[in-house]
């Protein structure tokens, strides 16, 4: 009998090792790994253009989801820093017929700005720059999982306003409902 296929979702700021550990998620689980940052770069000469990333990201959890209903294991290694964006990938798994695994990496402040500063110094055409004061937005904004979200216990329903949980990521990621 074949298991069902997993969606793995990485969670964690930059620095804190999201895609080395997607990359062994990938080997280990023979999953398709869709790293935002190995496409923005070539694709647009930067991380963050006029919205762009938002669209690839939603093409990603298209793919993702049309993987997942072939029974192929997926990795989204996007950061998804809001339990909002979490649950929303969740049920997005569920409808497809897989399981979800949230995976996440935390990081100290010094550890993440240390390990942000060498990739940069050691490998800057993959990356882009990140200060210090960025890091410490980026902390403000992260909403870190609880114990329950990570055990894969009830996801809440969607915003008010919102239908179901595909709807709302349809307006997070434009383009993810094809």
């Known amino acids: 009998m074949r298991s069902r296929p997993?969606?793995?979702?990485?969670?964690?700021?930059?620095?804190?090792?999201k895609t080395t550990r997607a990359r062994e998620l990938e080997r280990d689980h023979g999953a398709l790994r869709f790293t935002p940052d190995d496409w923005m770069i070539p694709l647009f000469g930067e991380p963050?253009?006029?919205?762009?990333?938002?669209?690839?990201e939603g093409r990603f959890v298209w793919l993702a989801m049309?993987?997942?209903?072939?029974?192929?294991n997926v990795i989204l290694d996007f950061g998804v820093w809001t339990k909002a964006e979490r649950s929303a990938l969740r049920h997005l798994a569920a409808q497809a017929g897989a399981d979800c695994v949230l995976v996440y990496l935390p990081i100290d402040p010094p550890e993440q700005l240390a390990r942000v500063q060498s990739r940069q110094a050691t490998d800057p055409g993959s990356t882009f720059p990140i200060t210090p004061a960025d890091l410490t937005e980026y902390r403000r904004l992260f909403q870190a999982p609880d114990g329950a979200e990570l055990a894969g216990e009830h996801v809440e329903p969607p915003p008010t306003g919102c239908?179901?949980?595909?709807?709302?990521?349809?307006?997070?990621w434009p383009t993810s409902l094809g």
């Open 6 to 17: 997993t969606l793995y979702v990485m969670i964690g700021q930059p620095g804190a090792g």
């Open 163 to 172: 239908a179901d949980w595909a709807a709302w990521a349809a307006g997070r």
């Open 48 to 56: 963050e253009a006029d919205g762009r990333r938002d669209i690839l």
């Open 66 to 72: 049309r993987a997942l209903r072939l029974g192929t």
